[in-house]
């Protein structure tokens, strides 16, 4: 799909909750120009107790279909929740995305290797095919 396809999916972090896999609420609790308040709870299995962030998301676009989304914590359970989105146009015509995510999290709780693990090498895959499946039902 194009970027202006998939920029409003990765943009609009309210409706995370009904796409993304372990996104158990998300919330836009505020917006003023290009700067959004999110909110997200992510569904941790148990033992552990669900992670949640309130974090300050700032959007720029560029020339050429570019897009962007990062984020700093403002307050959750987690010391670091930083990250972003880049959406730009791939392929020879530019009707593709190249869809890139960078992501660099400390939860405030003791998290097994396995898990981590298992975040890397399975819920990652989930993220971007859930992202693929959100942008053909919304066009």
């Keep these: 799909a194009p970027p202006k396809k998939v920029w409003p999916v ?4 309210q409706f995370f909750k009904t796409f993304m896999p372990r996104t158990k609420e998300s919330e836009l609790k505020s917006r003023s120009g290009a700067t959004r308040i999110c909110y997200t709870k992510v569904d941790m ?3 552990f107790s669900d992670l949640w962030a309130d974090v300050k998301s700032v959007e720029t676009s560029g020339a050429n279909g570019h897009f962007g989304r990062s984020w ?4 959750g359970t987690y010391r670091r929740n930083n990250g972003s989105w880049t959406v730009q146009p791939w392929g020879s015509a530019g009707e593709e995305t190249l869809l890139i995510y960078t992501i660099d999290l400390d939860p405030m709780t003791n998290i097994p290797d396995f898990i981590i693990r298992k975040a890397q090498t399975s819920t990652l895959p989930d993220v971007f095919e859930a992202i693929r499946k959100r942008v053909r039902a919304l066009n």
């Design 72 to 75: 700093t914590l403002i307050k």
């Design 45 to 47: 299995p148990f033992p």
């Design 10 to 13: 990765v943009r609009d972090c």
